[in-house]
């Protein structure tokens, strides 16, 4: 016997797949034309990034905070299996983004990911009715302890250094935290975006 509610989440994960893979082809298409940019002087960009696991319910992130010289201030990735789904994992990543920017004492954000629908219910006012409403209404509450907050979508393969945070974080058994300083796994990317 099969509860409703877990047969919603397995066709939910299902269609996360089917878009990811559809996302993956489309990203093949639009690698050569994206690339990451810079935020302007005194703003910070936090890129964030999940890698979800359909069978074992359970994802990693990855956050990357720079500035304007693309220099990497902080990144984290940990792994979760307490969230039901993609959606709420990279929900869950960006109220961290946020403490995590709050204590480097970031003022002011511009946040990109490839979660559109997140993003989106980011940028409406009023509270989201959403499964995921409470996520949401805690980051627009964050998101105002800043001077401006920014959130963007962005295709994956503009993200790619968080994207391969997050992929690295089941390396890990708890969330790491590197501060003014870049992974040593991190670098070659990190270089490759600012060329």
Known sequence: FVAARD????????????LYQE???????????CKWNPPSDSVYKINVA??????TSSGGFGIVIRDSSGSVIATMCDTSSQLGDELQ?????IRKSLWLAKEMDC????????????????KTLGPCLAYYGTLVDEIKELSSLFLHTIFNTIPRSC?????????ES??????KVWITVCPGFLSTAVHSDLL
Do not use: M, P
Not at 107 to 122: F, K, P, Y
Not at 170 to 175: E, G, L, M, P, T
């Open 107 to 122: 003022h002011s954000l511009i946040v990109e990911g490839d979660c559109s629908a997140l993003l989106g219910s980011l």
């Open 23 to 33: 996302q993956t082809s489309h990203d093949q298409i639009t690698r050569v034309l």
């Open 170 to 175: 089941f390396s890990f058994s708890s969330c």
């Open 89 to 93: 994992l990279f929900a869950f990543a």
């Open 7 to 18: 047969i919603i989440y397995q066709a939910g994960s299902l269609v996360s797949d089917f």
């Open 159 to 167: 993200n790619l250094v968080s994207f391969s945070l997050a992929k």
């Open 50 to 55: 999940v890698q979800w696991r359909s069978l």
